[in-house]
Structures are given as structure tokens and as C-alpha cells.
């Protein structure tokens, strides 16, 4: 048994939530925590356990412990990257223990490193069947991404058929799969998957952030900030994020507006970059081509992980956010749902991350991915119009109100209860 198990055991529901992500630098982290403390304020009754990764998890204590009471919330570090031993200790614990409900992330990517790692994290979730059958333990799958069907090439799609025939599996013995994503639901359904077990649930939002003008005003005093338009980037510092193109793109918006600043915030996070001779790793690539095009004046850098009010200080401090993601996988975007509580002016490329939530011209501009032209003529557009930035944000605080984390959680609350008075049998 895991130290510390047995009284939040005793809880009248148990949900274990698996997730090795980094908190401090993944959002798919950050979504289960904040998850998991609207779940334990709405029903302090219940008993939650996080199962995290053993190296990143001091971060987690500190933002579950400081808003709910530990009673009901338990985190244990028991992930270990490229670890069977860890994925055997989990699977013992949960044969051993009461536990109604599994929450996991799909794909758990727990490991990495070696030329089996994608297959074995695509049918990670397969090991778990024998609990589902014999325990009657209730998977719920939270889908984080899934390649788009007929493109990319043969490695892409074998990985896809692999995925799909896994979450099939898991299915077929009463396992609920959730899609972040409206357009992978409806890729999921229309593809024969049971509709009763295969539900969307849009990325939870902070709404109505209160953030002050001073706070906006202290960053940009902090990193420099001149009077003039900010355009920031925020998130990951890596490859399929597309920021050269962003850099790229600034060189043309600084030929009307020569004061513009752009700001490139968030962790870097590259992991194959280590493998590879310093001038090909993408942070030294992104500062070199800064420097090439003359921008060392113009793009700024704060490449370590932002507290969540900074994030907001950041966002607020902006005029217009870019997100010029190169991704051809259906997935939800945290850093969208955050920019969407403060109602920003938001420029986003065609993938397949925005596809439903940002509509061209309604509450955002969309723009095709790896155009930097495209991305430049968004911003200026933007920049040049008051009163189409002034739409935009009005319509981006409306469709932030249905992606509020007290909604989501709720929807979330129905699925675990819902799977807490189902048979098995009855699901299919």
C-alpha cells in the first residue's frame, strides 16, 4: 500500500487521478490540479488521490494544499520517467485498494528515450484492462490529443490506427473516453465509438480575472516595456509552437509601427534538443534568428515557468496574444482557455487545437499555420482597427462564461458519478 493511503481510502468516493506530466511546465498538469481542486471544494466528502511524477511534485503540493484541506486530497510521488517498476507499484496499489473511479491521461507518455517509447505509451492504458475486469474499477480516458486522419505521413497513421484500436479496448469494457477537443469527439463518434461513452468537455477557464491596470503596467515597467503595442507569445518554448514564424512576422509589423515589442514567455521544452549539437537546439536557433533579422531590441525572452499571476499580469500587460502553433493533432489549448478569460485580442493558426473555439473574425483572427506573412498582416490588421479589437474581446469574454471552471467541473462530477452506478455490463 502507498504511505498514506488509507484515509483518504476511507472516503465514501475514491478517485485517483494519474498524471506524471510536469505540473511546472505542462498544462495537461495544471488542468488535473485544477480539476482536482474544484472537485474536492464541490464535494469535500469524497476522497481524491494524485498519483504524480515522483521529481516535479513539491509544485503540486504547494497549489493543491494552499487552497483545499489535505483531508480529502492526497498526493503521492510515485512516477519515475522510463520506470516499469513504477507502472507495476501503481497497478499493485490499485488491485490492493477501494478505488471506484481511474482517472488517467491518454497518452501518458510516461516513456521517453528510446524508439519503443511512442508504441508502449499508446497502449500503456491496455495494462489496466485485468483491473477493469476483475475489480470493476470505472476508467474514465481523458483524451489529450489525437492525430488528424489522412495526413501526415505512413509513421503518423499507423500511430493513429494503434490509438484508436487501444481507446477501442477500453471501451469495449466500460471505459469512458473524454475529449478536450469538440473536433476529436466528433471524429471519435463518427468513427463508431459508443456515443454514450464518448463525451466532450471543453479545457476549464479562470473567468473574469481580476487583474489591476498597475499590475499591467508593473510588467511592462519590469521587462522594459515601452509605450507601444505588445504582442506576446506565451507557453511552451518549443518546435510545433511555430514562435519563428511569429519572429519572423514581427520584422514586417515594426515596418508601420517601429516602437512594437514582442514578448516570448514560458518554459523551454524540448526534450530530443538534448540529443543535439547546441546551434540545432530551438531556443539558441530562435536568439540567432533575432539577431539576424536586427530584433534584439524588439523581441524579448523570459524562458523559465511563470507563476499563474504573472501569466495574467503578462496577459493583461498585451494588446494582442499570437499562438502560431505547427501541429497537425487534434488537442485543447490551456493557454487559449487563459487568454479567453481575459478577453484579448487573439491571433491563432488554422490547427487543429483552435479548430471550434476561435472563429475568424468573430472573436479572434485565424490564420494558416507556418504563413508568417499571414501572421504579420493579423497583427496589423489588428493593430490598425480599435473597434474590430474592441468586438473581438467582447465576444471572447462571452464564450469564456461557458468554459468556466465551476461548468466544467460539474460536467466532470456527472461522468464520475455516472460511472460510480453503472455495471460494467450495461455500458456497452
Not at 501518458?108 to 519503443?116: N, V, W
Not at 514562435?243 to 517601429?258: D, F, M, Q, S, T
Not at 534584439?296 to 499562438?323: G, N, P
Not at 493593430?383 to 461548468?407: I, V, Y
Amino acid at each position: 500500500m502507498i504511505e498514506g493511503a488509507n484515509d483518504t481510502m476511507k472516503k465514501s468516493t475514491e478517485i485517483v487521478f494519474l498524471s506524471h506530466y510536469k505540473p511546472c511546465a505542462s498544462g495537461y498538469a495544471d488542468y488535473v490540479f485544477h480539476l482536482v481542486n474544484s472537485l474536492a471544494e464541490l464535494r469535500p466528502e469524497h476522497g481524491f488521490m494524485v498519483l504524480g511524477c515522483s521529481c516535479v511534485m513539491r509544485y503540486a503540493d504547494a497549489k493543491i494544499n494552499a487552497k483545499i484541506e489535505k483531508k480529502n486530497v492526497l498526493i503521492n510521488r510515485i512516477f519515475k520517467k522510463n520506470s516499469l517498476s513504477s507502472l507495476a507499484k501503481i497497478i499493485n496499489f490499485l488491485a490492493k485498494s477501494r478505488v471506484e473511479n481511474l482517472y488517467i491521461h491518454y497518452p501518458l507518455e510516461l516513456f521517453t528515450g528510446f524508439i519503443l517509447a511512442p508504441v508502449l505509451n499508446l497502449i500503456l492504458p491496455l495494462l489496466f484492462l485485468p483491473l477493469l475486469l476483475t475489480k470493476g474499477i470505472r476508467l474514465i480516458v481523458d483524451l489529450d490529443s489525437i492525430h488528424k486522419p489522412y495526413q501526415g505521413g505512413l509513421k503518423e497513421r499507423a500511430f493513429l490506427l494503434l490509438q484508436l484500436l487501444t481507446l477501442k479496448l477500453l471501451q469495449s469494457v466500460g471505459a469512458v473516453i473524454v475529449c478536450r477537443n469538440i473536433v476529436a469527439w466528433k471524429l471519435l463518434t463518427s468513427m463508431g465509438f459508443s456515443e454514450k461513452l464518448t463525451r466532450y468537455i471543453p479545457h476549464g477557464t479562470p473567468c473574469n480575472v481580476p487583474i489591476a491596470q498597475d499590475r499591467a503596467n508593473e510588467i511592462r515597467t519590469r521587462l522594459g516595456l515601452s509605450e507601444g503595442p505588445v504582442i506576446s507569445y506565451w507557453g511552451y518554448i518549443s518546435r510545433y509552437k511555430g514562435i519563428n514564424y511569429l519572429i519572423r512576422a514581427i520584422k514586417y509589423v515594426i515596418g508601420e509601427y517601429p516602437n512594437v515589442k514582442l514578448v516570448i514567455a514560458g518554459d523551454y521544452f524540448n526534450p530530443l534538443d538534448k540529443y543535439k549539437p547546441k546551434k540545432h537546439r530551438y531556443l539558441p536557433y530562435l536568439r540567432d534568428l533575432v539577431r539576424s533579422l536586427e530584433l534584439e531590441d524588439k523581441v524579448i525572452f523570459v524562458t523559465r515557468h511563470l507563476t499563474e499571476d504573472e501569466v495574467d499580469s503578462l496577459i493583461a500587460s498585451s494588446d494582442i496574444v499570437v499562438l502560431p502553433y505547427i501541429t497537425k493533432n487534434l488537442s485543447a489549448s490551456g493557454v487559449l482557455a487563459r487568454v479567453m478569460s481575459h478577453g484579448k485580442p487573439v491571433v491563432v493558426t488554422d490547427c487543429g487545437w483552435f479548430i471550434g473555439y476561435v472563429l475568424n473574425g468573430v472573436n479572434g483572427i485565424v490564420v494558416p499555420q507556418g504563413d508568417e506573412r499571414a501572421l504579420a498582416e493579423a497583427i496589423l490588421r489588428l493593430l490598425r482597427d480599435p473597434q474590430l479589437r474592441s468586438k473581438l474581446m467582447e465576444n471572447m469574454r462571452r464564450m469564456a462564461n461557458g468554459f468556466k471552471w465551476s461548468n466544467v467541473t460539474r460536467r466532470w462530477l456527472k461522468i464520475f458519478e455516472e460511472c460510480k452506478g453503472r455495471d460494467r455490463r450495461d455500458a456497452r
